[in-house]
């Protein structure tokens, strides 16, 4: 689809007014019939950077579901959905424990509802449709009251139909700033993929497998068929569309990098020693420099990479592998200054890829492999065929008939996850909880302890992790390709005597993946 030059035009000129640096022109861009005031600062606002969605501050926001005309390069617009008309979101800048509060608004001609990635709110905040809450129906609004108490970087996005509505573009970023930083510079990446012609691919999906490389899966003639996202894109925008990252020389940059698509990537910064501060937003002990080896980060998953900026000059940040899309997601780090690009793409170029298996220096963790649990259980993640369709099963089984994890309050609890699909990575995510990564296919995890709340296993892989039921209520753990989880990939950790404090509505279309 291409707009028109007026529309384009005109597009522009209303999305950089709402996204003024300016808190006043802020407050007016976000004035939606509501009494609430939202602060939005951009550009250098203590180091915080921004490219192509506004950055909002303070305790109280106001997000409204929209549908608009999103530009992803020169040559290709689509028909988006979006939370406060950009796509990514509003990004959504908070203090470490400091309560906020966040009306959501639904203008859209569907169901919606915000869930908190990564951020142990309360139950009834989750935003898990038919779990948690009704969805938001049209026209109306939803109030999320909670307080984050972990620094890092998070996200949010819908998790009504998620499998269709994060892929038209409803997420952002939400960052829980620490009370003390080491760094001067504070950009965030988010990773999506796009197809160029949606209306075409959509009548030729039905009857095509999820494989993204193709195979055998694919002659079976089931599910979704990934080659048709052949757009990838870095918070929102591709190839030269996207923002260049300015740093000074000298600064400490950190580069928070989101995956909110269904397919893994690579990431290689050029020219610099890197270290690997932070995964899915929780900091690890002692990180070693790197030096050009590729970040793979998998749906739902968060890396954080800093640098000291010490080598003048424009360099590379870009996606790596040979996937249609890959050679958009590609955008340079720029010294103030200097102009002169030093560095030449390679990212059909197979390096060595990052590992947090023996990573960081070591220090003890809550959890052992060894250590008495209450709660011990399997997690056999597969596909099956039912009714001529490809299904994705844990135990067998598919939600809701999936069998749920019982825990009493207080229990320590130990999962191993097994992926034996023949084909498919599972990046399996847990709500309203972190866990430890003990092992990895019966290897124990050496140096930093790694806690995280996403967990992508390859085909063959298996995983234990442990967690403190600390956090009572019904909570989801599903693949976070949504793909997987909208066709039977999700179960729940259940609290022992945990009520819900809503009551279903039936005519609310709750769609909770």
Excluded at 138 to 167: I, K, L, R, W
């Amino acid at each position: 689809m291409k707009l028109k030059l007026v529309v384009i035009l005109s597009f522009a000129i209303l999305l950089l007014a709402a996204c003024s640096s300016n808190s006043d022109m802020n407050d007016e861009s976000m004035e939606r019939e509501e009494e609430t005031e939202n602060t939005g600062e951009k550009d250098e606002v203590g180091g915080i950077q921004t490219t192509s969605f506004e950055t909002l501050t303070g305790n109280e926001f106001n997000i409204v579901a929209t549908e608009a005309n999103h530009q992803l390069n020169d040559e290709v617009s689509v028909n988006a959905l979006t939370f406060n008309g950009s796509v990514p979101g509003s990004q959504i800048r908070v203090k470490e424990g400091e309560k906020v509060k966040i009306n959501l608004k639904n203008e859209l001609l569907v169901p919606v509802t915000i869930h908190w990635h990564g951020i142990k709110v309360p139950n009834d905040m989750d935003g898990i449709p038919g779990v948690t809450q009704n969805a938001v129906q049209p026209s109306e609004t939803f109030t999320y009251e909670f307080t984050p108490n972990d620094p890092g970087t998070y996200m949010y996005h819908t998790h009504q139909n998620a499998v269709e509505q994060m892929d038209k573009g409803l997420y952002g970023a939400f960052i829980v700033e620490p009370k003390e930083k080491a760094y001067d510079r504070d950009y965030t990446l988010m990773l999506d993929e796009w197809m160029s012609n949606p209306d075409e691919e959509d009548s030729n999906m039905e009857g095509m497998d999820h494989g993204s490389m193709g195979g055998m899966d694919d002659m079976q003639g089931m599910g979704h068929d990934m080659s048709a996202y052949d757009i990838f894109t870095m918070n929102g925008k591709s190839s030269n569309s996207i923002d260049p990252l300015i740093v000074k020389e000298e600064e400490i940059v950190r580069i928070r990098l989101v995956n909110v698509g269904y397919m893994s990537h690579e990431i290689h910064l050029h020219g610099h020693d890197f270290k690997v501060a932070a995964i899915d937003g929780q900091e690890l002990n002692e990180p070693q420099e790197l030096k050009d080896q590729v970040i793979s980060i998998a749906p739902g998953e968060r890396y954080d990479v800093e640098f000291t900026a010490d080598n003048p000059g424009e360099w590379y940040i870009e996606g790596h592998g040979n996937m249609d899309g890959t050679v958009g997601m590609k955008t340079t780090i720029q010294y103030e200054g200097v102009s002169e690009l030093k560095d030449k793409s390679n990212q059909d170029e197979e390096l060595p890829e990052f590992t947090f298996t023996n990573y960081g220096g070591f220090k003890e963790g809550e959890f052992t492999l060894d250590q008495d649990y209450d709660v011990e259980y399997t997690m056999d993640l597969n596909t099956a065929m039912q009714d001529k369709n490809m299904v994705y099963t844990i135990n067998n089984e598919i939600f809701p008939d999936t069998e749920n994890i019982a825990v009493k309050e207080g229990d320590l609890v130990k999962v191993k996850l097994v992926n034996n699909s023949m084909m498919d990575d599972h990046p399996m995510h847990l709500h309203g909880h972190f866990f430890q990564v003990l092992s990895e296919n019966g290897k124990p995890i050496e140096g930093s302890p790694i806690i995280k709340d996403t967990i992508n296993l390859k085909p063959g892989d298996e995983y234990v992790v442990a967690f403190k039921a600390d956090n009572p209520g019904n909570w989801l753990f599903h693949c976070h390709d949504l793909h997987h989880a909208s066709t039977g990939m999700v179960n729940m950790i259940k609290y022992d005597g945990f009520k819900p404090n809503f009551t279903p509505d039936p005519n609310a279309n709750n769609k909770p993946e």
